[in-house]
Nanobody, 128 residues
């Protein structure tokens, strides 16, 4: 059974930084091959959940346009942990952030249907 636990959310001022972590059990973010295996998503109140960033076993990354140049996704194989470093935060980054794992390859790495397992979420609130 795959279990994902996020942490690191909280409150920040606009222009500030936060780092989210996602520890996985029953699943490895890094494996042989080049497929995307883990991602971060977010859902703001009244909006649909959207893909933020994803990372492949070989370190290849993909980002939503809204966070390019500000957010960085990374992984630690030894700790089986996924990270999301968020810099230059904006009020519009306020959302519940979710870690995702176990790809559904019929969908892209930033698609909601692209993953089968989700964490419980961690709240990020950015004030102006």
């Amino acid at each position: 059974q795959v279990h994902l636990v996020e942490s690191g959310g909280g409150s920040a001022q606009a222009g500030g930084s936060l780092r989210l972590s996602c520890v996985a059990s029953g699943y490895a973010f890094v494996a042989s091959g080049y497929a995307f295996r883990g991602g971060w998503f977010r859902q703001a109140p009244g909006k649909e959940r959207e893909g933020v960033a994803a990372i492949a076993s070989d370190g290849n990354t993909i980002y939503a346009d809204s966070v390019k140049g500000r957010f960085t996704i990374s992984q630690d194989n030894a700790k089986n942990t996924l990270y999301l470093q968020m810099n230059s935060l904006k009020p519009q980054d306020t959302a519940m952030y979710y870690c995702a794992a176990v790809r559904n390859l019929a969908w892209g790495p930033l698609a909601n249907r692209g993953y089968n397992y989700w964490g419980q979420g961690t709240q990020v609130t950015v004030s102006s």
